[in-house]
């Protein structure tokens, strides 16, 4: 089962700071994902990567950004911190190449609120 | 478009009663499909996949799911609940030209003692 990590676990910020959520995995894993989650919703893909220099945007569009310098690590930022950026962000990573389907093993999400 | 449909919100059920929670895809290949469990404050946990053969499937925690194709669905069953099993239900698709995973809603399973 592959370890993956997000810190902060909590976070409130005041509106227009800019922050950064980190993830980080452990299993070497090319492909890696951050969620959007709101409660009753489903989850929404905001960006993507299938490997190191890879980025690509989601299903959902996002005012965040993403890297992917290394493997393990998959941070997402955002500028300018606004209330609508509040909602959990859930990080994940799977194993295999581009144009397979493979189980994704999540982090704990970070919870962010925005005054 | 692929979709995927939970259509109960919450459902309540008494401890050691069985457990059926609803899951309908739209997609015109096969697709791969999965059960995740989220516990409130974590991550998603994997419960099962389907991707080819038995169309029964088993997964962690004494669940299992069926992929019917002429109904579209995956439904999760467990015959006996446990209060720990109270936490948000998520199926999901992987599908589209991409294979990114297309999710339903999520289904909240509260327990009653």
């Known amino acids: 089962e592959a370890d993956i990590y997000q810190t902060p676990r909590y976070l409130v910020i005041g509106t227009g700071k800019k922050i950064t959520l980190e993830c980080s995995q452990t299993?070497?894993?090319?492909?890696m994902y951050w969620y959007q989650q709101d409660p009753g919703m489903e989850l929404h893909l905001i960006h993507y990567?299938?490997?190191?220099?890879?980025?690509e945007k989601g299903d959902l569009s996002s005012e965040s950004t993403v890297s992917r310098i290394r493997t393990e690590h998959f941070p997402l930022t955002l500028e300018s911190a606004r209330p609508s950026h509040t909602s959990q962000y859930l990080c994940?990573?799977?194993?295999?190449?581009?144009?397979?389907?493979?189980?994704?093993?999540f982090g704990p999400g970070t919870r962010l609120t925005v005054t | 478009a692929q979709s995927v449909t939970q259509p109960d919100i919450h459902i309540t059920v008494s401890e050691g009663a069985s457990l059926e929670l609803r899951c309908n895809y739209s997609?015109?290949?096969?697709?791969?499909l999965f059960w995740y469990v989220q516990s409130p404050g974590q991550g998603l946990q994997l419960l099962l996949k389907?991707?080819?053969?038995d169309t029964l499937v088993q997964g962690i925690k004494g669940f299992e799911a069926e992929f019917k194709r002429s109904q579209s669905s995956f439904n999760l069953r467990k015959p006996s609940v446990h209060w720990s099993d109270a936490a948000e239900y998520f199926c999901?698709?992987?599908?589209?030209?991409?294979?990114?995973?297309?999710w339903g809603a999520g289904t909240k399973l509260i327990i009653k003692p």
């Open positions: 994940a990573s799977s194993p295999g190449p581009r144009g397979s389907v493979q189980i994704q093993y």
């Open positions: 299993m070497g894993h090319d492909k």
């Open positions: 990567s299938y490997g190191v220099n890879s980025t």
């Open positions: 997609y015109g290949a096969t697709p791969y």
């Open positions: 389907y991707f080819s053969g």
């Open positions: 999901a698709v992987g599908a589209g030209s991409n294979y990114q995973l297309i």
